[in-house]
Nanobody, 124 residues
Framework: QVQLGESGGGLVQAGGSLRLSCAAS????????VGWFRQAPGKEREFAAA????????YYADSVKGRFTISRDNAKNTVYLQMNSLKPEDTAVYYC?????????????????WGQGTQVTVSP
């Protein structure tokens, strides 16, 4: 059972940056594809970015491409989401999710393990 914990959320002005972290309890976390999702009030959870187990392949939603960067440090069992040029519409609870093996996964239903989420609020 993989336990995931997100951190790094907060309040930032538009144009600012935040770095989210997703730390895993599992030593074999390096075998997992990891995705970041977000859910704004009244909206469905949506895919933001994903990274394969080795970090060699990444994929982004069009809404964050060019502004967000996903990366991982397998020695620290941690995946990061660097968010730059933040916009008010990026305001949401951000979740990381993990699934063992395989390549990039986009639908939320393809991930088994989820963190509790961290709030990101971007003010105008």
């Amino acid at each position: 059972q993989v336990q995931l914990g997100e951190s790094g959320g907060g309040l930032v002005q538009a144009g600012g940056s935040l770095r989210l972290s997703c730390a895993a309890s599992e030593r074999t976390f390096s075998m997992y594809t990891v995705g970041w999702f977000r859910q704004a009030p009244g909206k469905e959870r949506e895919f933001a970015a994903a990274i394969t187990w080795s970090g060699s392949i990444t994929y982004y939603a069009d809404s964050v491409k060019g502004r967000f960067t996903i990366s991982r440090d397998n020695a620290k069992n941690t995946v990061y989401l660097q968010m730059n040029s933040l916009k008010p519409e990026d305001t949401a609870v951000y979740y990381c999710a993990a699934e063992r093996y395989g390549g990039i996964r986009i639908p939320a239903r393809e991930y088994t393990y989820w963190g509790q989420g961290t709030q990101v609020t971007v003010s105008p």
